[in-house]
């Protein structure tokens, strides 16, 4: 009851910086954390089963706004984030509990409150996370100088060789192309964090100036994870399978990896699947797989092969919840391999039958 006295008209403040699309600012946040403690108490006395399922979350908040208020930990990102992922659980777990006769439409309208909370919470933390990024990359918001030097001294492929390009993220970053798919004129030029936005910036210097024939695209996960719209993902994929098809190489789609939090207990940041919701994640795959249909080129199904029923990740492909283990590459590589023989066999059909299938030749 304290915060309804002492916060509403800071609180209506935040509603309309949010609406303004302005993310909070150092002082703001940090009231939005306090008040979101108040909120969550408030919200358990009136519903005991929340109370007691709710108490490990609100004083994971708790312990996370103790840690913030220490000197250099103000804006870090790693604390943030379990703060709002403990925020975000309990408004779903208060959703999901039934409601007693003492919850009224006061106790309502404090959860709607606290649901606008966690929103601003977000707001903060997506703005961290691009701050973050600007002063790691400075001007080269792309990273375009990561593969220059290596793509200088790559020479174009010899006659024969039937280059593959695998662009994406983190989860290609990693990926020791060398040992999954040996002897093969495989090309790695995976960022890790990277978005599709900076992908598509990155097409000519690290996919059409290497002359590839084929290029596998998996990308997205971290779109999902900032708080890109659908719309911005859908262009980005878009325009970058126009650019391949344009220049005569095959593209090759990919689904998005589901995520699991089998490991948030250990490490705040495997919760994963509160900035990945899996129904977000399923929605991206089947435009993925319908766009592959519509310009007639491959789709890989990785998330299928590597989902469980409930919609999460197998727990034992990814140790820390997003990025596959050897386990999981080993799923992924195979799956791969068939879609690029399929695109490399298309490109070897007569001309009219090529044109039909993948558009541009």
């Not at 006295?5 to 699309?21: E, H, P, W």
């Not at 999954?180 to 495989?186: E, L, T």
């Not at 995520?259 to 977000?280: G, I, K, M």
């Not at 399923?282 to 797989?289: D, G």
């Amino acid at each position: 009851m304290i915060y309804l006295l002492r916060n509403t008209v800071l609180s209506l403040l935040l509603i309309a910086a949010a609406s303004a699309q302005a993310p909070p600012s150092r002082s703001e946040a940090r009231q939005l954390f306090g008040d979101t403690v108040d909120l969550m108490e408030a919200a358990s006395i009136v519903t005991p089963e929340l109370a007691r399922a709710g108490a490990p979350l609100t004083e994971t908040v708790r312990q996370s706004i103790e840690t913030l208020d220490r000197g250099q930990a103000r804006e870090h990102v790693g604390v943030v984030y379990k703060l709002l992922g403990a925020a975000k659980v309990y408004v779903q777990l208060a959703d999901a509990l039934p409601k007693s006769a003492a919850f009224g439409e006061e106790a309502r309208r404090q959860l709607d409150q606290l649901r606008a909370n966690v929103d601003g919470i977000d707001a903060y933390f997506r703005a961290l996370l691009e701050k973050r990024e600007q002063q790691v990359l400075g001007s080269d918001r792309d990273q375009l100088a990561r593969y220059a030097e290596d793509n200088e001294l790559l020479a174009p492929p010899v006659e024969g060789e039937r280059r593959v390009v695998f662009l994406g993220d983190s989860i290609t970053d990693a990926w020791a192309l060398n040992q999954y798919f040996p002897s093969k004129p495989f090309v790695n030029r995976g960022i890790s964090g990277q978005i599709t936005g900076q992908m598509l910036a990155r097409m000519k210097a690290d996919v059409i100036d290497l002359k590839p024939e084929v290029m596998i695209l998996l990308a997205g996960t971290n779109d999902l994870a900032r708080g890109v719209s659908s719309s911005a993902i859908r262009n980005n994929i878009e325009m970058i399978v126009d650019l391949a098809l344009a220049h005569k190489i095959t593209p090759v789609l990919s689904a998005i990896l589901p995520v699991h939090d089998e490991h948030a207990d250990q490490n705040p940041r495997f919760l994963r699947s509160t900035l990945r919701p899996p129904a977000r994640i399923v929605e991206l795959n089947q435009f993925l797989s319908q766009l592959a249909a519509t310009r007639g080129i491959p789709f890989v199904d990785y998330h299928g092969a590597m989902v469980q029923s409930d919609g999460r990740l197998r727990a034992e492909l990814a140790n820390d919840g997003l990025h596959p283990n050897a386990e999981g590459y080993k799923i992924m590589a195979p799956l791969a391999q068939a879609a690029i023989d399929s695109a490399l066999s298309a490109r070897k059909r007569p001309a009219a039958r090529r044109g039909k299938r993948f558009g541009v030749f």
